[in-house]
């Protein structure tokens, strides 16, 4: 769940700042067995690219990203 969650991330601040931002996710520290990995997935271009090809995890993210439902703060 982390790399997806890290890829909605990634899109919607993609999507919300200028191109010339450097944007690096990462997981915290100790948070999980494998955070390098997953930290190396969600900063490699053509990971992500070729994770949003996929129709289906495409699909996630952008109802993840889409999501109707009001924030509840």
Avoid: W
């Amino acid at each position: 769940m982390a790399t997806v969650i890290g890829l909605c991330l990634r899109l919607k601040l993609m999507q919300n700042f200028p191109p010339h931002f450097k944007i690096d996710i990462k997981v915290a520290p100790g948070s999980l067995a494998n955070e390098e990995s997953v930290n190396k997935q969600l900063n490699d271009k053509e990971r992500v690219a070729a994770a949003l090809e996929n129709p289906n995890l495409r699909q996630l993210v952008d109802d993840c990203l889409c999501s109707d439902h009001p924030s509840s703060y």
